[in-house]
Nanobody, 121 residues
Framework: QVQLVESGGGLVQPGGSLRLSCAAS????????MRWYRQAPGKQRELVAV???????NYADSVKGRFTISSDKAKNTVDLQMNSLRPEDTAVYYC???????????????WGQGTQVTVSS
């Protein structure tokens, strides 16, 4: 089966930086898209950043210029560098990957367990 494991969350002061990492493991044939979502208490889960296998990247307006998504295809990993963090960035951050296990299967989404990011003084 497939596992997505996030790491790198924690507590940081406003204006600080954190780097989140997500590693996908298992019998993966191909990864087409990797995304970072976040969910703050009492709010809906929102898309933060996307990177495709072709290298296309998109960000939510709220994080443009502050966050950077990158991936390592050889390692099946995706990172999210978060700079100039604000209290409103506080949330549980989830890694998501659209991938295919084999030629016999269709692509589907998999999720990590989430990692807490808290921005507070």
């Amino acid at each position: 089966q497939v596992q997505l494991v996030e790491s790198g969350g924690g507590l940081v002061q406003p204006g600080g930086s954190l780097r989140l990492s997500c590693a996908a493991s298992g019998s993966i044939l191909a990864i087409y898209v990797m995304r970072w979502y976040r969910q703050a208490p009492g709010k809906q889960r929102e898309l933060v950043a996307v990177i495709t296998s072709g290298g296309s990247i998109n960000y939510a307006d709220s994080v443009k210029g502050r966050f950077t998504i990158s991936s390592d295809k050889a390692k099946n990993t995706v990172d999210l560098q978060m700079n100039s963090l604000r209290p409103e960035d506080t949330a549980v951050y989830y890694c998501n990957a659209n991938l295919r296990l084999g030629s016999w299967s269709s692509p589907r989404d998999y999720w990590g367990q989430g990692t807490q990011v808290t921005v507070s003084s």
